[in-house]
């Protein structure tokens, strides 16, 4: 059903921030056409919580070590906040290139599986297969 998660970050100066997902956190991406890039992320996961209003939405990155992530961010001059322990996980913030700011934790929770996008998409390609042979053979049985 769900094979995957479309993130939006809105910029001022998109292709600062571009080269800086590419250059300084080296993640891959594809030319979507004209030069619209989309980047691949490592697996992803959702977490619901309380609030007094619907629609608003939060996007950390994870890394492996906080400590680690900070001093690659200070060889490189990015503006990061202190990080600070929330018992959930350590988090700091970074600045973009374009002036936004992006949070950035090494997560102390439990982690559930990544979804495999390829077991889903494998999963709905045999529901389908299976759809098709059951109207195939209802419609041979009508044919008797």
Known sequence: MIIGAHIMIQSTNDAADKAFLTDVLKLNSVDAG????????PPAEIALHESDK???HELFLMCEDIE????MMRAKDIPYTAPRNQGWG???????PGGGTLGVYQPHHKRPKPVSAKKAAKKQAAKK??????KTAKR?????
């Open 54 to 56: 619907n629609g608003s």
């Open 34 to 41: 004209n030069g619209f890039l989309i980047f691949g992320v």
């Open 140 to 144: 041979k049985s009508r044919k008797k």
């Open 129 to 134: 297969k299976k759809a098709v042979a059951k």
């Open 90 to 96: 350590t988090i700091t913030q970074i600045t973009l």
């Open 68 to 71: 680690d992530f900070i001093a």
